[in-house]
């Protein structure tokens, strides 16, 4: 697909997904995500060799990706905040056993069943693994359908190349929202769909070879410990080549703003008018939240008065803007939470009163 079409940003995840080699998709159904399996459930048998089948649980979702990666292929699994949590031990499975895969998140308001409204509030669970164990997930934050498009073939891509689960992190506003996109299939190094990635770890059958052994369960004294510092050794790989952030306006910035995602559209949107009144302010977008940008977020704590961190939780990115930061300098929050969302109005008046106050005599 080369022309630019008009789609909401689940349908754009499922498309992407199929162009960039997605053959395997096991997805239970659950707002705000509901569309991106209603599309791969008439989309994948489309594909060659594509598989759609809507299990009794996300339980059952989840370790379906584990044995399709297991064999070979590529799988992605999809839903919304209450769904990931009940994934969680197959993601700590896939993680131990190192097998790539790819789960989207589309997240609505929490905790329990929450609301069916948009949120940011799974920040904690992407980032830190989320279940039982010492391991980390890729973690990409899209803030617009394009980016759905884009960063979706990068997250297969990712997964292949690490041996790892890769989550993208979206909410129910961009879920939802339609855009016109363009849907690539190609990436740099990353192989068009139909060329056969090789995967000689993967349980294709042993004749002419040594068996193939994938487990997470190590009983033998210490050897569990040096499997751990394997995962722990390609995790600091991960974090030196793999960080990735959209910087604007840090050049003469006296504060900056911290956002991902739908927080960083209406961040900045502020920004924007702030920059009309005269304001110093610039704007770090985190795109991959692990690993986190927080090299270039020291750097520039030298350099500005303050950091503003806007979410729409009750505060989850800000620790590791702080641990970034370092005490160099104050780090502010704003958030709305349970479904709520940050107007413009709301950030202009943070900026003007918790950092500039000198500016509105």
Known sequence: MTEKMLMCGNEVIGEAAIQAGCRYYFGYPITPQNELTAYMSGRMPEAPGGVFLQPESELSAINMVFGAS??????????????????????????????PAVIVNIV????????I????SDYFQ????GGHGDYRTIALAPSTVQELADLTPLAFHLADKYRNPVLILGDGILGQMMEPVEIKSK??????????????????????????????????????ENHNKLLQKKYEEISKREVRWEAISLEDAELILVAYGTSARISGAALREAKKEGLKVGMLRPITLWPFPSRVISE???????FLTVEMSCGQMVEDVRLAV???????????????VPTVEEILENIHSRLMPKLDK
């Not at 068009?192 to 997470?216: D, E, F, M, Q, Y």
């Not at 520039?300 to 303050?306: F, I, L, P, R």
């Open 70 to 99: 297991a064999a070979g292929g590529r799988a992605m699994t999809s839903s919304s905040s209450p769904g990931i949590s009940l994934m969680q031990e197959g993601i700590s499975y896939l993680a131990a056993a190192q097998l």
């Open 108 to 115: 609505r308001g929490g905790p329990g069943l929450g609301n």
């Open 117 to 120: 409204a948009p949120a940011q």
């Open 126 to 129: 992407a980032t830190r693994g």
């Open 187 to 224: 990436i740099e190094n990353h192989p068009p769909p139909r060329t056969k990635i090789k995967k000689p770890w993967a349980l294709t059958g042993a004749k002419g070879r040594p068996r193939n052994l994938i487990r997470s369960l190590y009983l033998g004294e210490g050897v569990l």
């Open 300 to 306: 520039s704590a030298d350099k500005v008065k303050g």
């Open 326 to 340: 370092g005490g160099k300098c104050p780090v502010h929050f704003y958030g709305r939470t349970g479904g709520e």
